[in-house]
């Protein structure tokens, strides 16, 4: 929603997944000007009718080439597949992770049982070497394009972003602002949590002021 | 309206109703036995046919709440006291039973009919027949992947050659009752996944969007790959319809009234095993206004809703999820009642009046 910078500026996304959630991501990604690439399970052929429809102007690839021409992974494959996804894949790279574990939906997966931690931390303990980000997880993939809003309008919606890696969640942050929303930024993955299914912000449409609230409330709590 | 956004799908516009099998109450207010609700769908199913309404489907759960697990044995109930109604699941999931086995229900089904069946292939939204009938969730894509390839293959007739992962090969197989014709509509429903659009062109199914939140016209580059797709694929073209869900009434007024407490009621269930945010009285009236997916409102309203997201989505079909869990029996016919005589006819005309 932001008049679009040169793209050669910006960092380019490769979205791993072509999915519900991908190319929805990946359509936003390209109209706030950054270069795009989308891999499905395999060969770019099988998705190249969806990435031409779904995400006009972005480059289908395998999803290693993907992966290692991208600055921020948005990682948007289904959570089981997970389990088997190569961490070497994203060794270094920004990571955004806006998948979320729903045992009742997508049946009980032990690797996400351990309630000590998010989903997000397990998937970073999983990817140690890549730079997690939990994101656009608690926003609704159907309403991602519709509501976006320019910086300043009063009926802006905010999107938690939470991270250990303060420079990663900075440019996670910048893309979320670049889309259309302001962006809510948390320390850490551990704080992250409150973005899950079941918290107060997962699926609530708040603006910015109210998510502070939120997190007020969480902290008085 | 401009010549772009008229409707010329080039297929005749039809219109459904579909259920999931909903809990409904007595007058008194007491909630119906499990029994008494699938006698009731029986009732609904027949006052369709006499208004005029082109599909009557009964969508598969296994749940307290939805106890319509064997949806084709009430539709073949309802296929013998009706005339004229097409009537079919929304949905089967696929993914948890038998390609065969439902080809042979639904073939069944349109000899007892006449040619009135339909069947609507879903992978799974609802997901409660997984574990029931011994499925790995995991699996759903290459489960539906399969199936529905052997399901397209069934519907060319026997003998049927097919070799798969999920079910025991067939050689030759001849699978009864033949149909009499052309094989009934088969549709797939899509909720979200491009990868369920393109498979409905390459086996040249129908194609159902499934649209329970949000903008109906962030559905419409959907409908667009389905179309590509069908070129890419050299398949002839086919029909796109819209299942969403609403409650009609005389008046606005009255049809929030009753639909809006029920609903809440059933998303705040839903809301603890799903994670879905509650709905507010605000994030309501968006989504039965203009821009949103929920067709609650007098006839009027609910036309012109149907009308616009119809023309967004170059769909031809309608169907329309009534019914709400906990409304009253007589809300819900009286519901049927206005869709069938008010509703449908004021949708043709707006149509009809723009091609």
């Known amino acids: 929603m932001t008049s679009p910078t040169s793209t050669t500026t910006l960092p380019r996304i490769g979205i791993l997944g072509a999915g519900h959630v991908g190319p929805a991501i990946g359509r936003v990604a390209i109209e706030a000007g950054y270069p795009v690439s989308i891999a499905g399970s395999g060969d770019p052929a099988k998705i190249a009718l969806i990435t031409q429809i779904l995400v006009p102007g972005a480059k289908a690839d395998w999803p290693a080439q993907v992966a290692a021409e991208a600055d921020i992974v948005i990682l948007a494959i289904p959570l089981h597949k997970f389990r088997t996804f190569d961490p070497s894949l994203v060794a270094g790279k920004v990571v955004v992770d806006l998948m979320n574990y729903w045992a009742p939906i997508d049946g009980t997966q032990q690797l996400f049982e351990d309630p000590r931690y998010g989903s997000s931390e397990i998937i970073q303990q999983h990817l140690s070497g890549a730079r997690v980000v939990k994101s656009f997880n608690h926003a609704g993939y159907h309403e991602l394009e519709a509501d976006r809003r320019p910086a300043g309008s009063p009926d802006r919606l905010a999107l938690g972003v939470a991270g250990d890696d303060r420079e990663a969640v900075e440019l996670v942050a910048a893309l979320v602002e670049n889309i259309g929303y302001d962006a809510v930024l948390l320390d850490s993955l551990r704080e992250g949590r409150i973005l899950e299914p079941g918290g107060p912000v997962f699926g609530a449409s708040l603006n910015k002021e109210q998510f502070a609230q939120v997190l007020t409330a969480k902290a008085a709590a | ?355």
């Open chain 2, 1 to 355: 309206m401009n010549d772009s956004s008229s409707l010329r799908t080039g297929f005749p516009l039809t219109f459904g109703l579909d259920t999931f099998g909903d809990v409904h109450s007595d007058e008194t207010g007491t909630l119906n036995s499990h029994a008494q609700t699938v006698r009731n769908i029986v009732e609904q199913g027949v006052l369709a046919d006499s208004v005029g309404i082109d599909f009557f489907g009964i969508g598969e759960h296994h749940t307290y709440d939805y106890p319509l697990s064997a949806g084709d044995l009430v539709l073949s109930a309802i296929a013998a006291r009706t005339r004229n109604i097409h009537l079919g699941s929304a949905v089967t999931v696929l993914s948890s039973d038998d390609p065969v086995r439902v080809f042979q229900r639904y073939s069944t089904l349109n000899a007892l009919s006449s040619g009135r069946a339909e069947v609507i292939l879903g992978r799974g939204s609802s997901i409660d027949s997984f574990p029931l009938f011994g499925y790995d969730l995991s699996d759903y894509e290459v489960l539906f992947e399969e199936k529905s390839e052997l399901f397209a293959e069934l519907l060319k007739g026997s003998p049927i050659t097919w070799t798969g992962t999920t079910r025991a090969a067939l050689k030759d197989q001849d699978v009864v009752p033949h149909l009499e014709a052309e094989p009934f509509p088969t549709w797939i429903g899509v909720g979200g996944s491009p990868q369920s659009v393109v498979r409905a062109a390459r086996h040249g199914y129908n194609l159902i969007l499934a649209i329970i939140g949000g903008s109906p016209s962030r559905f419409q580059p959907f409908s667009n790959l389905y179309l590509e797709a069908l070129e890419h694929f050299e398949r002839p073209a086919q029909p796109i319809g819209v299942h969403s869900m609403g409650h009609v009434a005389e008046t606005d007024e009255q049809a929030q009234e009753e639909f809006w407490p029920r609903y809440l009621e059933v998303i705040k269930h839903v809301s603890k095993t799903r994670g879905f945010a509650i709905p507010t009285p605000e994030s309501f009236r968006h989504e039965i206004g203009p821009h949103g997916a929920i067709y609650v409102g007098s006839p009027e309203t609910v036309a012109r809703k149907i009308a616009a997201n119809l023309r967004v989505l170059h769909a031809s079909r309608f169907q329309l999820k009534f019914g709400m869990t906990g409304l009253p029996h007589t809300a819900v016919m009286k519901n049927i009642e206005l869709y069938g005589t008010k509703v449908i006819p004021l949708v043709r005309e707006i149509l009809g009046s723009e091609s």
